[in-house]
Protein backbone atom coordinates (compact mmCIF):
# COMPACT_ATOMS: atom_id res chain seq x y z
CA UNK A 1 0.00 0.00 0.00
CA UNK A 2 1.24 3.76 -0.84
CA UNK A 3 2.07 6.27 1.42
CA UNK A 4 -1.00 8.21 0.66
CA UNK A 5 -3.50 5.52 1.11
CA UNK A 6 -1.88 4.83 4.85
CA UNK A 7 -1.90 8.04 5.20
CA UNK A 8 -5.65 8.22 4.67
CA UNK A 9 -7.05 5.05 6.25
CA UNK A 10 -4.94 6.28 9.32
CA UNK A 11 -6.59 9.51 9.47
CA UNK A 12 -10.01 8.19 8.34
CA UNK A 13 -9.79 5.71 11.26
CA UNK A 14 -8.33 8.11 13.92
CA UNK A 15 -11.19 11.02 13.00
CA UNK A 16 -13.54 9.57 15.11
CA UNK A 17 -11.44 9.56 18.02
CA UNK A 18 -10.49 13.30 17.79
CA UNK A 19 -14.36 14.31 17.67
CA UNK A 20 -14.78 12.26 20.63
CA UNK A 21 -11.80 13.79 22.43
CA UNK A 22 -12.92 17.32 21.17
CA UNK A 23 -16.76 16.59 22.55
CA UNK A 24 -15.55 14.65 25.96
CA UNK A 25 -15.78 17.86 27.94
CA UNK A 26 -19.34 18.31 26.90
CA UNK A 27 -20.47 14.80 28.06
CA UNK A 28 -20.46 13.44 25.03
CA UNK A 29 -18.95 10.25 24.44
CA UNK A 30 -17.87 8.55 21.29
CA UNK A 31 -20.32 5.72 20.69
CA UNK A 32 -19.21 2.35 21.76
CA UNK A 33 -16.99 4.27 23.85
CA UNK A 34 -13.28 1.97 24.20
CA UNK A 35 -14.38 -0.81 22.02
CA UNK A 36 -15.07 1.70 19.25
CA UNK A 37 -11.59 3.30 20.11
CA UNK A 38 -9.80 -0.18 19.92
CA UNK A 39 -11.23 -1.42 16.49
CA UNK A 40 -10.82 1.89 15.14
CA UNK A 41 -6.76 1.77 16.48
CA UNK A 42 -6.42 -1.89 15.52
CA UNK A 43 -7.34 -0.87 12.33
CA UNK A 44 -4.93 1.80 11.98
CA UNK A 45 -2.13 -0.33 13.92
CA UNK A 46 -2.36 -3.21 11.08
CA UNK A 47 -3.09 -1.37 7.76
CA UNK A 48 -1.51 2.28 8.25
CA UNK A 49 1.86 1.24 11.03
CA UNK A 50 2.49 -2.04 9.85
CA UNK A 51 5.90 -0.64 7.66
CA UNK A 52 6.76 1.01 10.49
CA UNK A 53 6.84 -2.15 12.84
CA UNK A 54 8.21 -3.72 9.94
CA UNK A 55 11.33 -1.51 9.35
CA UNK A 56 11.81 -1.27 13.68
CA UNK A 57 12.06 -5.06 13.62
CA UNK A 58 14.37 -5.14 10.53
CA UNK A 59 16.67 -2.14 12.20
CA UNK A 60 16.41 -4.49 15.74
CA UNK A 61 18.02 -7.25 14.14
CA UNK A 62 20.78 -5.12 13.07
CA UNK A 63 20.57 -3.82 16.67
CA UNK A 64 20.33 -0.03 15.49
CA UNK A 65 17.10 2.44 16.08
CA UNK A 66 15.75 5.16 14.13
CA UNK A 67 12.43 7.78 13.82
CA UNK A 68 10.54 3.79 12.88
CA UNK A 69 11.89 2.70 16.10
CA UNK A 70 10.55 5.45 17.87
CA UNK A 71 7.32 5.49 16.24
CA UNK A 72 6.96 1.85 16.35
CA UNK A 73 7.86 1.00 20.70
CA UNK A 74 5.26 4.24 20.98
CA UNK A 75 2.18 3.17 19.17
CA UNK A 76 3.08 -0.45 20.30
CA UNK A 77 2.76 0.52 23.76
CA UNK A 78 0.13 2.87 23.52
CA UNK A 79 -2.01 0.52 22.06
CA UNK A 80 -1.08 -2.66 24.45
CA UNK A 81 -1.37 -1.14 27.45
CA UNK A 82 -4.79 0.39 26.04
CA UNK A 83 -5.60 -3.08 25.77
CA UNK A 84 -4.95 -4.13 29.15
CA UNK A 85 -6.06 -1.43 31.06
CA UNK A 86 -9.38 -1.52 29.33
CA UNK A 87 -9.71 -4.71 30.57
CA UNK A 88 -8.50 -3.30 34.09
CA UNK A 89 -10.82 -0.65 34.16
CA UNK A 90 -8.22 1.91 33.97
CA UNK A 91 -8.09 5.01 31.14
CA UNK A 92 -6.82 4.16 28.12
CA UNK A 93 -5.50 6.27 25.06
CA UNK A 94 -5.71 4.40 22.04
CA UNK A 95 -6.24 7.81 20.23
CA UNK A 96 -2.64 8.14 20.84
CA UNK A 97 -1.11 5.46 18.79
CA UNK A 98 -3.60 6.79 16.59
CA UNK A 99 -2.49 9.85 15.83
CA UNK A 100 1.12 8.85 16.16
CA UNK A 101 0.58 7.14 13.04
CA UNK A 102 -1.40 9.46 11.04
CA UNK A 103 1.04 12.76 12.16
CA UNK A 104 3.91 10.86 11.03
CA UNK A 105 2.50 9.70 7.43
CA UNK A 106 1.10 13.14 7.09
CA UNK A 107 5.11 14.18 6.62
CA UNK A 108 5.76 11.20 4.50
CA UNK A 109 2.80 11.98 1.91
CA UNK A 110 3.95 15.72 1.86
CA UNK A 111 8.06 15.40 1.27
CA UNK A 112 7.06 12.13 -1.35
CA UNK A 113 4.61 14.59 -3.24
CA UNK A 114 7.47 17.12 -3.16
CA UNK A 115 10.19 14.21 -4.63
CA UNK A 116 8.33 12.73 -7.11
CA UNK A 117 7.94 16.41 -8.93
CA UNK A 118 11.56 16.19 -9.65
CA UNK A 119 11.63 12.90 -11.29
CA UNK A 120 9.77 13.71 -14.35
CA UNK A 121 13.29 15.97 -15.56
CA UNK A 122 14.31 13.05 -17.59
CA UNK A 123 10.78 12.48 -19.42
CA UNK A 124 10.57 15.63 -19.92
CA UNK A 125 14.26 15.92 -21.85
CA UNK A 126 13.06 13.07 -23.96
CA UNK A 127 10.11 14.84 -24.82
CA UNK A 128 12.04 18.02 -26.83
CA UNK A 129 13.25 15.06 -29.12
CA UNK A 130 11.82 15.09 -32.82
CA UNK A 131 9.31 12.38 -33.23
CA UNK A 132 10.12 11.72 -37.02
CA UNK A 133 12.16 13.30 -39.93
CA UNK A 134 11.76 13.58 -43.53
CA UNK A 135 14.69 11.30 -44.79
CA UNK A 136 16.28 10.35 -48.78
CA UNK A 137 15.38 6.97 -49.31
CA UNK A 138 15.96 5.38 -52.82
CA UNK A 139 15.77 9.08 -54.36
CA UNK A 140 12.60 9.56 -52.46
CA UNK A 141 12.04 12.29 -49.42
CA UNK A 142 9.99 9.81 -47.05
CA UNK A 143 9.14 10.48 -43.15
CA UNK A 144 10.37 8.11 -41.14
CA UNK A 145 10.03 7.86 -37.43
CA UNK A 146 12.86 9.11 -35.29
CA UNK A 147 14.10 5.42 -34.08
CA UNK A 148 14.82 4.73 -37.63
CA UNK A 149 17.60 7.17 -38.83
CA UNK A 150 20.97 5.64 -38.93
CA UNK A 151 23.99 7.52 -39.37
CA UNK A 152 24.48 8.48 -43.00
CA UNK A 153 20.85 9.23 -43.95
CA UNK A 154 20.36 12.72 -45.75
CA UNK A 155 17.80 14.55 -43.94
CA UNK A 156 15.64 17.96 -44.94
CA UNK A 157 14.24 20.21 -42.83
CA UNK A 158 12.04 23.21 -43.12
CA UNK A 159 11.29 26.38 -41.44
CA UNK A 160 10.37 25.84 -38.26
CA UNK A 161 10.47 22.63 -37.61
CA UNK A 162 12.82 20.95 -35.07
CA UNK A 163 16.22 19.13 -36.37
CA UNK A 164 16.15 15.11 -35.70
CA UNK A 165 19.69 14.34 -34.74
CA UNK A 166 22.98 15.64 -34.94
CA UNK A 167 24.96 15.91 -38.37
CA UNK A 168 26.44 18.49 -41.08
CA UNK A 169 24.72 20.40 -43.43
CA UNK A 170 25.36 19.40 -47.45
CA UNK A 171 22.94 21.64 -48.72
CA UNK A 172 21.28 24.97 -48.60
CA UNK A 173 21.53 27.50 -45.37
CA UNK A 174 19.24 28.81 -42.65
CA UNK A 175 19.55 30.18 -39.10
CA UNK A 176 19.14 27.99 -36.07
CA UNK A 177 17.73 28.46 -32.88
CA UNK A 178 20.14 26.92 -30.27
CA UNK A 179 19.07 28.76 -27.22
CA UNK A 180 17.55 25.58 -25.42
CA UNK A 181 20.86 23.81 -25.89
CA UNK A 182 23.68 26.33 -25.96
CA UNK A 183 22.18 28.63 -23.84
CA UNK A 184 23.04 31.37 -26.82
CA UNK A 185 20.36 33.64 -27.60
CA UNK A 186 21.74 34.90 -31.01
CA UNK A 187 19.96 32.07 -33.48
CA UNK A 188 23.45 30.89 -35.29
CA UNK A 189 23.37 31.51 -39.54
CA UNK A 190 24.32 27.62 -40.70
CA UNK A 191 25.27 26.77 -44.16
CA UNK A 192 26.81 23.85 -46.04
CA UNK A 193 29.66 22.25 -43.57
CA UNK A 194 27.94 23.69 -40.37
CA UNK A 195 27.36 21.29 -37.61
CA UNK A 196 23.46 21.07 -36.56
CA UNK A 197 22.00 19.39 -32.67
CA UNK A 198 19.41 17.92 -32.58
CA UNK A 199 16.18 18.91 -30.60
CA UNK A 200 16.94 22.51 -32.17
CA UNK A 201 15.29 24.97 -34.10
CA UNK A 202 15.33 25.59 -37.97
CA UNK A 203 14.25 29.41 -38.26
CA UNK A 204 13.88 30.12 -41.73
CA UNK A 205 15.59 28.43 -44.44
CA UNK A 206 15.49 24.74 -45.72
CA UNK A 207 18.23 22.67 -45.68
CA UNK A 208 19.78 18.99 -46.42
CA UNK A 209 21.85 17.38 -43.59
CA UNK A 210 23.72 14.09 -43.55
CA UNK A 211 23.14 12.19 -39.88
CA UNK A 212 26.14 11.50 -37.65
CA UNK A 213 25.03 11.12 -34.42
CA UNK A 214 21.49 9.28 -33.69
CA UNK A 215 20.28 7.81 -30.72
CA UNK A 216 22.40 7.58 -27.54
CA UNK A 217 25.20 9.45 -29.19
CA UNK A 218 23.14 12.68 -29.72
CA UNK A 219 23.96 15.96 -27.79
CA UNK A 220 20.47 15.71 -26.29
CA UNK A 221 20.97 11.98 -25.51
CA UNK A 222 24.00 12.75 -23.89
CA UNK A 223 22.51 15.45 -21.55
CA UNK A 224 19.82 13.37 -20.45
CA UNK A 225 22.96 10.99 -19.12
CA UNK A 226 24.34 13.65 -17.25
CA UNK A 227 21.28 14.92 -15.53
CA UNK A 228 20.61 10.92 -14.70
CA UNK A 229 24.40 10.63 -12.97
CA UNK A 230 24.01 14.36 -11.47
CA UNK A 231 20.92 12.98 -9.53
CA UNK A 232 22.69 9.51 -8.63
CA UNK A 233 25.49 11.58 -7.61
CA UNK A 234 23.65 13.10 -4.69
CA UNK A 235 24.78 11.41 -1.67
CA UNK A 236 21.56 10.46 1.10
CA UNK A 237 20.80 13.05 3.49
CA UNK A 238 21.02 11.77 6.81
CA UNK A 239 18.00 12.75 8.66
CA UNK A 240 18.54 14.13 11.98
CA UNK A 241 15.89 12.86 13.61
CA UNK A 242 17.15 9.51 12.93
CA UNK A 243 20.91 10.92 13.92
CA UNK A 244 19.01 11.48 17.20
CA UNK A 245 17.06 8.15 17.11
CA UNK A 246 19.86 6.10 17.29
CA UNK A 247 20.79 7.41 20.74
CA UNK A 248 17.10 8.60 22.07
CA UNK A 249 15.58 5.20 21.71
CA UNK A 250 18.22 2.93 23.84
CA UNK A 251 18.08 5.78 26.27
CA UNK A 252 14.30 5.69 26.69
CA UNK A 253 13.59 1.69 26.61
CA UNK A 254 16.43 1.34 29.53
CA UNK A 255 14.51 4.18 31.02
CA UNK A 256 11.08 2.76 30.71
CA UNK A 257 12.69 -0.53 31.97
CA UNK A 258 14.43 0.42 35.18
CA UNK A 259 11.06 2.79 35.86
CA UNK A 260 9.26 -0.26 36.04
CA UNK A 261 12.13 -2.55 38.07
CA UNK A 262 13.01 0.37 40.59
CA UNK A 263 8.68 0.83 41.51
CA UNK A 264 8.46 -3.00 41.12
CA UNK A 265 10.82 -4.62 42.77
CA UNK A 266 12.53 -2.01 44.97
CA UNK A 267 9.75 0.47 46.03
CA UNK A 268 7.04 -2.06 45.99
CA UNK A 269 4.46 -0.74 44.11
CA UNK A 270 1.74 -2.75 42.47
CA UNK A 271 2.20 -4.50 38.95
CA UNK A 272 -0.49 -2.05 37.34
CA UNK A 273 1.21 1.10 39.11
CA UNK A 274 4.77 0.06 38.00
CA UNK A 275 3.67 -0.74 34.21
CA UNK A 276 1.82 3.04 34.93
CA UNK A 277 5.14 4.77 35.44
CA UNK A 278 6.79 2.56 32.53
CA UNK A 279 4.39 3.29 30.21
CA UNK A 280 4.32 7.02 30.75
CA UNK A 281 7.71 7.06 30.14
CA UNK A 282 7.46 5.49 26.91
CA UNK A 283 4.46 7.46 25.74
CA UNK A 284 6.15 11.06 26.79
CA UNK A 285 8.87 10.08 24.73
CA UNK A 286 6.59 9.16 21.83
CA UNK A 287 7.26 11.08 18.45
CA UNK A 288 4.37 12.43 17.44
CA UNK A 289 5.69 16.38 17.42
CA UNK A 290 8.71 14.50 15.91
CA UNK A 291 6.40 13.41 12.92
CA UNK A 292 5.17 17.38 13.07
CA UNK A 293 8.72 18.99 13.34
CA UNK A 294 9.55 18.96 9.28
CA UNK A 295 6.44 18.84 7.70
CA UNK A 296 4.57 21.66 9.38
CA UNK A 297 7.92 23.76 8.72
CA UNK A 298 8.08 22.61 5.45
CA UNK A 299 3.98 23.59 4.54
CA UNK A 300 4.37 27.03 6.06
CA UNK A 301 7.95 28.10 4.31
CA UNK A 302 7.34 26.38 0.95
CA UNK A 303 3.45 28.19 1.18
CA UNK A 304 5.11 31.48 2.20
CA UNK A 305 7.63 30.78 -0.48
CA UNK A 306 4.78 30.21 -2.75
CA UNK A 307 2.95 33.65 -2.32
CA UNK A 308 6.75 35.36 -3.43
CA UNK A 309 6.46 33.08 -6.65
CA UNK A 310 9.70 31.18 -4.93
CA UNK A 311 8.80 27.20 -5.53
CA UNK A 312 11.07 24.90 -2.89
CA UNK A 313 10.43 21.36 -4.29
CA UNK A 314 11.79 19.39 -1.70
CA UNK A 315 13.01 19.44 2.06
CA UNK A 316 17.11 18.21 0.76
CA UNK A 317 17.49 21.91 -0.70
CA UNK A 318 16.49 23.38 2.82
CA UNK A 319 19.58 21.40 4.41
CA UNK A 320 21.65 22.42 1.71
CA UNK A 321 21.10 26.08 1.33
CA UNK A 322 22.53 26.63 4.58
CA UNK A 323 25.94 25.69 3.92
CA UNK A 324 26.11 27.02 0.41
CA UNK A 325 29.28 28.82 -0.49
CA UNK A 326 28.92 30.09 -4.17
CA UNK A 327 26.26 30.72 -6.29
CA UNK A 328 27.20 30.20 -10.07
CA UNK A 329 24.51 31.59 -12.98
CA UNK A 330 24.10 31.00 -16.24
CA UNK A 331 24.03 33.98 -18.82
CA UNK A 332 21.64 33.61 -21.06
CA UNK A 333 18.18 34.42 -19.50
CA UNK A 334 19.14 34.39 -16.60
CA UNK A 335 21.88 37.15 -15.57
CA UNK A 336 20.81 38.50 -18.88
CA UNK A 337 17.17 39.24 -20.92
CA UNK A 338 17.74 35.70 -22.79
CA UNK A 339 16.50 38.32 -26.32
CA UNK A 340 19.04 41.03 -28.08
CA UNK A 341 18.19 44.48 -27.91
CA UNK A 342 19.47 47.71 -29.14
CA UNK A 343 21.43 49.02 -26.17
CA UNK A 344 23.35 52.03 -28.13
CA UNK A 345 22.10 54.44 -31.54
CA UNK A 346 24.97 56.86 -32.28
CA UNK A 347 23.88 59.15 -34.70
CA UNK A 348 20.07 61.21 -35.42
CA UNK A 349 16.72 59.58 -35.80
CA UNK A 350 17.39 59.04 -39.97
CA UNK A 351 19.79 56.08 -38.52
CA UNK A 352 17.16 54.11 -36.99
CA UNK A 353 14.49 54.89 -39.58
CA UNK A 354 16.67 53.78 -42.40
CA UNK A 355 17.89 50.51 -40.47
CA UNK A 356 14.44 49.29 -39.62
CA UNK A 357 13.19 50.21 -42.91
CA UNK A 358 15.56 48.01 -44.72
CA UNK A 359 15.27 45.42 -41.83
CA UNK A 360 11.64 44.99 -42.60
CA UNK A 361 12.67 42.08 -45.27
CA UNK A 362 15.66 41.19 -43.64
CA UNK A 363 15.78 37.66 -42.24
CA UNK A 364 18.84 38.19 -39.83
CA UNK A 365 18.18 37.47 -36.21
CA UNK A 366 19.40 41.24 -35.50
CA UNK A 367 16.52 42.34 -37.51
CA UNK A 368 13.87 41.46 -34.68
CA UNK A 369 15.98 44.06 -32.35
CA UNK A 370 16.07 47.05 -34.64
CA UNK A 371 12.47 46.67 -35.52
CA UNK A 372 11.86 46.52 -32.27
CA UNK A 373 13.47 49.27 -31.01
CA UNK A 374 12.09 51.37 -33.97
CA UNK A 375 8.26 50.20 -32.51
CA UNK A 376 9.40 51.71 -29.27
CA UNK A 377 10.03 55.05 -30.65
CA UNK A 378 7.08 54.98 -33.35
CA UNK A 379 9.59 55.36 -36.26
CA UNK A 380 7.39 54.59 -39.35
CA UNK A 381 9.16 52.61 -42.17
CA UNK A 382 10.30 54.74 -45.12
CA UNK A 383 9.56 53.51 -49.22
CA UNK A 384 12.31 51.52 -51.31
CA UNK A 385 12.81 49.28 -54.02
CA UNK A 386 16.16 47.45 -55.07
CA UNK A 387 15.99 45.26 -52.15
CA UNK A 388 19.29 42.92 -51.83
CA UNK A 389 20.74 40.83 -48.97
CA UNK A 390 24.31 40.22 -49.14
CA UNK A 391 24.92 36.71 -47.09
CA UNK A 392 27.27 37.39 -44.03
CA UNK A 393 27.40 41.10 -44.56
CA UNK A 394 24.03 42.41 -44.44
CA UNK A 395 21.31 44.42 -46.75
CA UNK A 396 21.01 47.58 -49.25
CA UNK A 397 18.19 48.80 -50.84
CA UNK A 398 17.55 52.47 -52.44
CA UNK A 399 15.56 54.82 -50.56
CA UNK A 400 14.51 58.23 -51.92
CA UNK A 401 17.18 57.45 -55.30
CA UNK A 402 19.80 56.51 -53.24
CA UNK A 403 21.78 53.53 -52.44
CA UNK A 404 21.13 52.81 -48.28
CA UNK A 405 22.58 49.85 -46.38
CA UNK A 406 22.90 48.29 -43.06
CA UNK A 407 25.40 45.73 -42.29
CA UNK A 408 28.77 44.74 -40.21
CA UNK A 409 32.05 45.92 -41.27
CA UNK A 410 32.09 43.63 -44.00
CA UNK A 411 30.10 45.70 -46.20
CA UNK A 412 31.31 48.85 -46.44
CA UNK A 413 34.50 48.40 -48.64
CA UNK A 414 35.50 51.58 -49.11
CA UNK A 415 33.06 53.29 -47.30
CA UNK A 416 35.17 55.90 -45.34
CA UNK A 417 34.37 56.03 -41.07
CA UNK A 418 35.33 59.04 -39.73
CA UNK A 419 37.20 59.45 -36.44
CA UNK A 420 34.26 59.91 -34.21
CA UNK A 421 32.54 57.37 -35.26
CA UNK A 422 35.44 54.76 -35.38
CA UNK A 423 36.31 55.58 -31.45
CA UNK A 424 32.39 55.07 -30.52
CA UNK A 425 32.44 51.65 -32.93
CA UNK A 426 35.77 50.24 -30.99
CA UNK A 427 34.17 51.46 -27.43
CA UNK A 428 31.24 49.64 -28.15
CA UNK A 429 32.81 46.66 -29.67
CA UNK A 430 34.77 46.32 -26.30
CA UNK A 431 31.40 46.22 -23.96
CA UNK A 432 30.56 42.91 -26.30
CA UNK A 433 28.45 44.61 -28.14
CA UNK A 434 27.38 43.88 -31.74
CA UNK A 435 27.87 46.43 -33.75
CA UNK A 436 25.71 47.39 -36.83
CA UNK A 437 26.32 50.08 -39.33
CA UNK A 438 23.77 52.17 -40.90
CA UNK A 439 24.93 54.29 -44.13
CA UNK A 440 23.64 56.25 -47.53
CA UNK A 441 25.20 56.33 -50.63
CA UNK A 442 29.34 56.80 -49.88
CA UNK A 443 28.73 58.03 -46.10
CA UNK A 444 28.42 56.46 -42.71
CA UNK A 445 25.25 57.95 -41.39
CA UNK A 446 25.39 55.98 -37.40
CA UNK A 447 25.61 52.92 -35.43
CA UNK A 448 23.51 50.44 -33.81
CA UNK A 449 25.20 48.44 -30.94
CA UNK A 450 23.17 45.34 -29.82
CA UNK A 451 23.31 43.17 -27.36
CA UNK A 452 21.54 40.99 -24.93
CA UNK A 453 21.67 43.33 -21.94
CA UNK A 454 21.21 42.54 -18.49
CA UNK A 455 18.25 42.26 -16.63
CA UNK A 456 18.10 45.51 -14.11
CA UNK A 457 17.74 43.68 -11.18
CA UNK A 458 20.79 41.55 -11.85
CA UNK A 459 23.22 43.78 -10.29
CA UNK A 460 21.33 44.72 -6.82
CA UNK A 461 21.12 40.88 -6.53
CA UNK A 462 24.41 39.89 -7.45
CA UNK A 463 25.45 43.09 -4.37
CA UNK A 464 23.26 41.00 -1.86
CA UNK A 465 24.72 37.88 -2.49
CA UNK A 466 28.39 39.18 -1.98
CA UNK A 467 27.25 41.15 0.95
CA UNK A 468 26.18 38.02 2.74
CA UNK A 469 29.81 36.53 1.98
CA UNK A 470 29.12 34.13 -1.38
CA UNK A 471 31.04 33.97 -4.32
CA UNK A 472 29.67 34.46 -7.41
CA UNK A 473 30.58 32.66 -10.77
CA UNK A 474 29.04 33.01 -14.10
CA UNK A 475 29.24 29.67 -16.49
CA UNK A 476 28.73 29.83 -19.65
CA UNK A 477 28.44 28.82 -23.56
CA UNK A 478 29.06 32.32 -24.40
CA UNK A 479 33.07 33.64 -25.60
CA UNK A 480 34.94 35.11 -22.80
CA UNK A 481 34.71 39.08 -24.46
CA UNK A 482 31.15 38.86 -24.18
CA UNK A 483 30.61 37.09 -20.90
CA UNK A 484 33.43 39.40 -19.26
CA UNK A 485 31.66 42.28 -20.37
CA UNK A 486 28.16 41.15 -18.70
CA UNK A 487 30.19 39.96 -15.34
CA UNK A 488 31.41 43.42 -14.81
CA UNK A 489 28.78 44.90 -15.51
CA UNK A 490 26.78 42.96 -13.09
CA UNK A 491 29.74 42.57 -10.55
CA UNK A 492 29.91 38.86 -10.58
CA UNK A 493 33.10 37.65 -9.06
CA UNK A 494 34.81 34.89 -11.44
CA UNK A 495 33.48 33.61 -15.14
CA UNK A 496 33.69 30.57 -17.13
CA UNK A 497 33.21 31.11 -20.78
CA UNK A 498 33.37 29.01 -23.50
CA UNK A 499 32.21 26.11 -22.01
CA UNK A 500 30.32 23.33 -23.99
CA UNK A 501 27.03 22.16 -22.97
CA UNK A 502 28.03 18.89 -21.79
CA UNK A 503 30.86 20.49 -19.52
CA UNK A 504 28.38 22.61 -17.38
CA UNK A 505 27.98 20.02 -14.87
CA UNK A 506 31.57 18.90 -14.38
CA UNK A 507 32.54 22.75 -14.14
CA UNK A 508 30.57 22.57 -10.40
CA UNK A 509 31.69 19.31 -9.47
CA UNK A 510 35.29 21.19 -9.39
CA UNK A 511 33.78 24.28 -7.61
CA UNK A 512 32.13 22.18 -5.08
CA UNK A 513 35.29 21.01 -4.06
CA UNK A 514 35.73 24.63 -1.84
CA UNK A 515 32.04 24.26 -1.10
CA UNK A 516 28.30 23.65 -1.54
CA UNK A 517 27.39 25.05 -4.65
CA UNK A 518 23.94 26.60 -5.75
CA UNK A 519 23.17 27.10 -9.81
CA UNK A 520 20.77 29.40 -11.46
CA UNK A 521 19.87 28.21 -14.85
CA UNK A 522 17.39 28.21 -17.06
CA UNK A 523 18.07 26.49 -20.00
CA UNK A 524 18.25 22.57 -21.61
CA UNK A 525 21.88 22.94 -21.53
CA UNK A 526 21.86 24.30 -17.58
CA UNK A 527 19.38 20.40 -16.58
CA UNK A 528 22.84 18.45 -15.78
CA UNK A 529 24.40 21.68 -13.63
CA UNK A 530 21.15 22.12 -11.56
CA UNK A 531 21.15 18.41 -10.51
CA UNK A 532 24.78 18.18 -9.69
CA UNK A 533 24.87 21.85 -7.89
CA UNK A 534 23.91 20.84 -4.14
CA UNK A 535 21.05 23.89 -4.85
CA UNK A 536 19.64 24.16 -8.10
CA UNK A 537 17.53 27.28 -8.41
CA UNK A 538 15.40 27.35 -11.81
CA UNK A 539 14.43 30.81 -13.68
CA UNK A 540 10.52 30.29 -14.43
CA UNK A 541 10.40 31.51 -17.84
CA UNK A 542 13.09 28.73 -18.40
CA UNK A 543 12.28 25.06 -20.20
CA UNK A 544 10.55 22.51 -18.92
CA UNK A 545 13.32 20.54 -17.96
CA UNK A 546 15.42 23.39 -16.12
CA UNK A 547 12.32 23.81 -14.03
CA UNK A 548 11.78 20.20 -13.04
CA UNK A 549 15.50 19.71 -12.17
CA UNK A 550 15.67 22.57 -10.21
CA UNK A 551 15.28 22.31 -6.55
CA UNK A 552 13.78 25.82 -6.24
CA UNK A 553 12.01 27.34 -9.32
CA UNK A 554 12.04 31.09 -9.61
CA UNK A 555 8.62 32.09 -11.15
CA UNK A 556 8.52 35.44 -11.76
CA UNK A 557 12.06 35.64 -13.23
CA UNK A 558 14.02 38.03 -11.08
CA UNK A 559 17.37 37.43 -9.63
CA UNK A 560 16.62 39.28 -6.68
CA UNK A 561 14.45 36.26 -5.63
CA UNK A 562 17.51 34.14 -5.30
CA UNK A 563 18.39 36.20 -2.64
CA UNK A 564 15.43 35.95 -1.16
CA UNK A 565 14.55 32.06 -1.82
CA UNK A 566 18.22 31.43 0.16
CA UNK A 567 17.11 33.31 2.88
CA UNK A 568 13.85 31.84 2.97
CA UNK A 569 15.11 28.32 3.04
CA UNK A 570 17.74 29.17 5.48
CA UNK A 571 15.09 30.15 7.76
CA UNK A 572 12.72 27.41 7.49
CA UNK A 573 15.58 24.72 7.57
CA UNK A 574 16.55 26.77 11.23
CA UNK A 575 12.84 26.40 11.84
CA UNK A 576 12.74 22.92 11.47
CA UNK A 577 16.00 22.43 13.65
CA UNK A 578 13.92 24.60 16.18
CA UNK A 579 10.73 22.75 15.78
CA UNK A 580 13.02 19.28 16.50
CA UNK A 581 14.37 20.43 19.80
CA UNK A 582 11.03 21.40 21.19
CA UNK A 583 9.98 18.14 20.07
CA UNK A 584 12.36 16.14 21.80
CA UNK A 585 13.08 18.74 25.21
CA UNK A 586 9.34 17.96 25.90
CA UNK A 587 10.27 14.68 25.95
CA UNK A 588 13.42 15.00 28.00
CA UNK A 589 11.84 17.28 30.29
CA UNK A 590 8.47 14.97 30.93
CA UNK A 591 10.40 11.71 31.41
CA UNK A 592 11.81 12.19 35.39
CA UNK A 593 8.13 13.13 36.07
CA UNK A 594 6.79 10.41 33.83
CA UNK A 595 8.96 7.46 35.63
CA UNK A 596 7.49 9.01 39.12
CA UNK A 597 11.18 10.75 39.91
CA UNK A 598 9.04 13.29 41.35
CA UNK A 599 6.16 10.93 43.04
CA UNK A 600 7.28 12.16 46.81
CA UNK A 601 6.00 15.71 46.47
CA UNK A 602 2.64 14.64 44.49
CA UNK A 603 3.70 15.09 41.02
CA UNK A 604 2.91 12.69 38.95
CA UNK A 605 2.35 12.04 34.52
CA UNK A 606 0.22 9.18 34.08
CA UNK A 607 -0.12 7.77 30.48
CA UNK A 608 -2.92 10.02 30.13
CA UNK A 609 -1.68 13.33 30.93
CA UNK A 610 1.66 11.94 28.82
CA UNK A 611 -0.71 11.88 26.41
CA UNK A 612 -2.01 15.50 27.01
CA UNK A 613 2.27 16.27 27.09
CA UNK A 614 2.45 15.17 23.53
CA UNK A 615 -0.86 17.45 22.08
CA UNK A 616 1.15 20.42 24.00
CA UNK A 617 4.48 19.31 22.22
CA UNK A 618 2.47 19.27 18.97
CA UNK A 619 1.27 22.54 19.75
CA UNK A 620 4.23 24.15 20.17
CA UNK A 621 6.12 22.69 17.13
CA UNK A 622 2.67 24.05 14.66
CA UNK A 623 3.10 27.18 16.33
CA UNK A 624 6.81 27.62 16.09
CA UNK A 625 6.11 26.40 12.07
CA UNK A 626 3.22 29.33 11.94
CA UNK A 627 5.93 31.79 13.19
CA UNK A 628 8.05 31.54 10.32
CA UNK A 629 5.18 33.16 8.69
CA UNK A 630 6.89 36.51 10.50
CA UNK A 631 10.26 36.20 10.01
CA UNK A 632 11.90 39.02 7.46
CA UNK A 633 12.92 38.14 4.17
CA UNK A 634 14.60 40.73 2.18
CA UNK A 635 17.03 41.23 -0.81
CA UNK A 636 18.65 43.93 1.72
Known amino acids: MTITKRFWTALIFSFPMLIGMILMPFGIMLPGGEWTQFVLTTIVMAVAARPFLQSAWASFKKHHSNMDTLVAIGTITAYVYSIYAMFTRQAVFFESAAFVITFVLLGQVFEERMRNNASNAIEKLVDLQAKEAEVMRDGKLVKVPLSDIVVGDIIRVKPGQKIAVDGVITEGNSTVDES ?88 GATLANALIFAVSVVVIACPCALGLATPTALMVGTGRGAKMDILIKNGEVLEEVSDIKTVVFDKTGTITNGKPEVTDIVGNEQVLTIAATLEESSEHPLATAILNQAKK ?145 DGINDAPALTMADVGIAMGSGTDIAIESGGIVLMKNDLRDVVKALELSRKTFNRIKLNLFWAFIYNVLGIPVAAGLFFAIGLTLSPELAGLAMAFSSLSVVTSSVLLNKSKISVA
Request: aromatic share 6%; charged share 20%.
Open 180 to 267: MVTGESMPVVKKSGDKVIGSTINSNGTFMFKAEKVGGDTMLSQIVELVKKAQNSHAPIQNLTDKVSEIFVPVVLILSILTFLVWYVFL
Open 377 to 521: QNISSLAFNNFKAIEGKGVEATINGQKAFVGNDKLLNDVHINKELKTEMIRLQNEAKTVVFVGSGNKILGLIAIQDAPKSTSKEAISALKKRGLRTVMLTGDNNRVAQAIAQEVGIDDVIADVLPGDKADHVKDLQKNGKVAFVG
